[in-house]
Nanobody, 123 residues
Framework: QVQLVESGGGWVQAGGSLRLSCVAS????????IAWIRQAPGKEREFVGYITSSGATTYYAGSVKGRFTISRDNAKNTVYLQMSGLKPEDTAAYYC????????????????WGRGTQVAVSS
C-alpha cells in the first residue's frame, strides 16, 4: 500500500501563494496517479486536480485552473500543489490521494489518502 503525508498548509492573505507537498512511502509511487481533493466546512468535497504517474497529464477543476499547478518529483516520492492568487473560497482541508491504473475525478477509485493539511485564506 501507499502511505501519503501532506504538508505545507497554513494561513495566507488573499492574493498570496502557498505550496503543498504530498510525500509518499515506497518505491512504487511513480506508478500512481495523484489527486488533490479539498473540503471546506459545510461544503461538499471538491476534486481539485490530478497528475498522472509520469506527470505528462494534469487536470484542474475550473475553480482553480490558472491559479493552481500540480507537479511531481518521482525521485523524491513527492507531488506538489502550487497555489497562487489564493482566494478566501480556497480555504479548506486539502488531501492528496493515490490511485493505480486510473486517471480521473471519481473519488472511490483513489484508495489511498493522506490525513490532510489545512489552508486558510483571509481577505
Amino acid at each position: 500500500q501507499v502511505q501519503l503525508v501532506e504538508s505545507g498548509g497554513g494561513w495566507v492573505q488573499a492574493g498570496g501563494s502557498l505550496r503543498l507537498s504530498c510525500v509518499a512511502s515506497g518505491r512504487t509511487f511513480s506508478r500512481y496517479t495523484i489527486a488533490w481533493i479539498r473540503q471546506a466546512p459545510g461544503k461538499e468535497r471538491e476534486f481539485v486536480g490530478y497528475i498522472t504517474s509520469s506527470g505528462a497529464t494534469t487536470y484542474y477543476a475550473g475553480s482553480v485552473k490558472g491559479r493552481f499547478t500540480i507537479s511531481r518529483d518521482n525521485a523524491k516520492n513527492t507531488v506538489y500543489l502550487q497555489m497562487s492568487g489564493l482566494k478566501p473560497e480556497d480555504t479548506a482541508a486539502y488531501y492528496c490521494a493515490a490511485a493505480a491504473n486510473y486517471e480521473g475525478t471519481y473519488g472511490p477509485r483513489y484508495p489511498y489518502w493522506g490525513r490532510g493539511t489545512q489552508v486558510a485564506v483571509s481577505s
